[in-house]
């Protein structure tokens, strides 16, 4: 992904934060059957910024089968990792912002003696 795809990414993700207000759903993550659909509704959701809602639906449909095609598993793992790389990009940059702002407040905070 290029910066300005990982900026549009960024984008559409707070702009569909702003509009959609659902209720979150509580899965039980020691059934496999919840921890398999709250792993497809991740993917899908992820697919859905990435590239569109009809190639979102089709993937859903694809992964909700009991027997999932190749491609279709593969674009999931694919999206997954992506999805991980994103998240990642985004717990540095917020480390490194209250790094820096901790080392500025530090840097002019007046000490007594």
């Given amino acids: 992904m290029t910066t300005i795809d990982v900026k549009l990414l960024v984008r559409k993700f707070a702009s569909d934060n702003k509009l959609r207000n659902k209720p979150k759903k509580n899965y039980n ?31 859903r449909i694809e992964l909700t089968k009991p027997y999932v095609h190749p491609t279709a598993r593969a674009m999931a793992k694919e999206l997954w990792n992506d999805k991980i790389r994103f998240d990642e990009i985004i717990t ?6 209250t790094q820096a702002k901790e080392t500025y407040r530090q840097k002019l905070r007046t000490r007594r003696k």
């Fill in 29 to 59: 993550m020691s059934d496999p059957m919840q921890r398999k659909q709250w792993w497809i509704d991740k993917v899908c959701y992820f697919c859905y910024l990435k590239h569109d809602k009809e190639t979102a639906q089709a993937l």
């Fill in 92 to 97: 540095r940059r917020t480390n490194e912002y």
